[in-house]
């Protein structure tokens, strides 16, 4: 059974970083991976996603410049780092992986395995 572990929520200030990671129990070298996220009411949304053949992320345009997606095989981990965070930012950030060999994509239902969520509260 694949397992996907997020850390790294938390409670920051208007414009500060955190770091989310994501330890999953596939490997992250062959496998795409991706964040989304969710608040109360409104449908899971795409944050970021991480290529498994190339190191080439695409953005959500709310994040875009403020976020980096990044993996490291050797761990197989998934990072994503947040700057100059929002308090539209604060949401429950999900890891998200497709199976074997599948590309790139920012649709929710394109992903075959989900952690648990880490909650991220941005106060202003």
């Known amino acids: 059974q694949v397992q996907l572990v997020e850390s790294g929520g938390g409670l920051v200030q208007v414009g500060a970083s955190l770091k989310l990671s994501c330890i999953a129990s596939l490997p992250t070298s062959s496998n795409t991976m991706a964040w989304f996220r969710q608040v109360p009411g409104k449908e899971r949304e795409f944050v970021a996603s991480i290529s498994w053949i190339r190191y080439v992320g695409i953005y959500d345009d709310s994040v875009k410049g403020r976020c980096t997606i990044s993996r490291d095989n050797t761990k197989n981990a998934v990072y994503l780092q947040m700057n100059s965070l929002k308090p539209e930012d604060t949401a429950v950030y999900y890891c998200?992986?497709?199976?074997?060999?599948?590309?790139?994509?920012?649709?929710?239902?394109?992903?075959?395995?989900w952690g648990q969520g880490t909650q991220v509260t941005v106060s202003s």
């Open positions: 998200a992986a497709r199976r074997e060999g599948q590309g790139l994509s920012k649709i929710r239902a394109d992903y075959d395995y």
